[in-house]
Every structure is written in structure tokens, then in C-alpha cells.
């Protein structure tokens, strides 16, 4: 599964709109509103590369009232989930 991380700007009079048809997506199973220089962050998650271009570029930069994406794709996932499992020593 690839998971890609992706930064939205958006017109500010429509960000609970935006980020509600962006939520609607096939491929996107989250969306944050969020602080600072960027407006929500969207995870996509996916089966192959080509999928998130077809999400990305295909779906997302295509709802009315994005001004811009920024995506990153996910290497590797942590969690305090997955560190305790690490440095458990059993019961």
C-alpha cells in the first residue's frame, strides 16, 4: 500500500467545502484541517504509483477551490503503536 501525504491550498470561503469533496475521493481516506501556510492535508492511500497521479492529478487538483497541492509519498510508517511493539520485552 503507498501512502501519499498531500498539502492543499485552498480558497479560504470554501475550505470546509474543499475538504469535504476531497474527503469524498476514492483513494483519499483522510483530510486535516490544519494551521499554518497550508490549508488541509490529504492521505492517500493506494495501491500503485500510477494511482496516486490519477488521485492527485486526476481528482484532487480538480475540486473547485484548490489554489495548489504539494504530495509527498510515505517511505516508511512509525507509531507509538509500532514503537512499543519494538522495544517490548514481553510480560
Not at 26 to 37: A, K, L, M
Not at 62 to 90: C, M, N
Request: net charge negative.
Amino acid at each position: 500500500m503507498i501512502t501519499a501525504i498531500v498539502f492543499i491550498k485552498a480558497d479560504v470561503a470554501q475550505i470546509p467545502e474543499v475538504a469535504e469533496e476531497v474527503a469524498s475521493l476514492d483513494g483519499v481516506s483522510e483530510v486535516y484541517s490544519v494551521t499554518g501556510v497550508i490549508d488541509l492535508i490529504a492521505l492517500v492511500r493506494v495501491r500503485s504509483h500510477d494511482q496516486v497521479a490519477e488521485v492527485v492529478t486526476g481528482r484532487v487538483n480538480k475540486v473547485p477551490g484548490i489554489l495548489s497541492t504539494e504530495t509527498h509519498i510515505a517511505f516508511r510508517t512509525y507509531s507509538s503503536h509500532d514503537l512499543e511493539a519494538a522495544f517490548s520485552l514481553g510480560d
